[in-house]
């Protein structure tokens, strides 16, 4: 079965400061895909990422990156320079090869304080 | 393009009520799946669908049904409401096989209130 642990319920950091949040999964599959989304007070499912499991290389776009580790199944998500608009819950997912058993994590709520 | 419209975006209903929540797409995707969100919790799967015609349960469907008469529509009925199906629904669409596979595109979701 599929699983996915993000051990962090709520995180608070003030403006400027960076964060990471924690992402660990479980799968028996050789082949799938790790997501981050993001849900914004407003409430609305926001797509950040697809990361397959073949591609271990880091990504950075912009004030995001992201560390996948197949040898700890993390897929962790780190915000420099934490701005007031990144305040919201942020979900980790996982899927399949096919994009079944697509499984979220419980979120992360984050709050930057001005 | 509008992607996934789902409608209505409130509604209360009183227990025992049915109703039918909404959610069409324009991206011709294949797969649809419905979530529920708790409050402060994580999405649960209720229902998804791989194509027109063919519907299966997922992780949450006691008391809910769905149909897919058609690839752009996939509503979901609730009947007989329960204090337990207030949630924030979640209607999304994805294009699925592999590498052509980017995740889900959400709807705006509906917010039900079971009183």
């Known amino acids: 079965a599929q699983k996915v642990t993000q051990a962090q319920t709520e995180i608070s950091v003030v403006e400027k400061e960076d964060v990471t949040l924690d992402c660990v999964y479980e799968?028996?599959?050789?082949?799938?895909?790790l997501f981050w989304y993001k849900q914004p007070p407003s409430g609305e499912l926001v797509f950040l990422i697809r990361?397959?499991?073949?591609?271990?290389q880091n990504e950075i776009s912009g004030r995001y990156s992201w560390n996948f580790q197949k040898s700890t199944s993390s897929f962790n998500f780190t915000i420099t320079a934490s701005q007031v608009v990144d305040s919201a819950v942020y979900f980790c997912?996982?899927?399949?090869?096919?994009?079944?058993?697509?499984?979220f994590g419980p979120g992360t709520r984050l709050s930057v304080l001005p | 393009n509008a992607g996934v419209t789902q409608t209505p975006k409130f509604r209360i209903l009183k227990i025992g009520q049915s109703m039918t929540l909404q959610c069409t797409q324009d991206?011709?995707?294949?797969?649809m799946y419905w979530y529920r969100q708790d409050p402060g919790m994580g999405l649960k799967l209720i229902y998804y669908?791989?194509?027109?015609?063919?519907?299966d349960k997922g992780e949450v469907p006691n008391g809910y049904n769905v149909s897919r008469s058609t690839t752009e529509d996939f509503p979901l009925r609730l009947e007989l409401a329960a204090p337990s199906q207030t949630s924030v629904y979640f209607c999304?669409?994805?294009?699925?096989?592999?590498?052509?596979?980017?995740?889900?595109?959400f709807g705006s979701g509906t917010r039900l209130t079971v009183v």
């Open positions: 999304a669409s994805s294009l699925m096989g592999g590498f052509l596979f980017y995740g889900y595109t």
């Open positions: 799968t028996r599959d050789t082949t799938y895909y």
């Open positions: 990361r397959n499991s073949f591609d271990e």
């Open positions: 997912a996982l899927s399949d090869n096919y994009g079944q058993n697509f499984v």
């Open positions: 991206m011709n995707h294949n797969y």
């Open positions: 669908s791989v194509g027109a015609g063919i519907t």
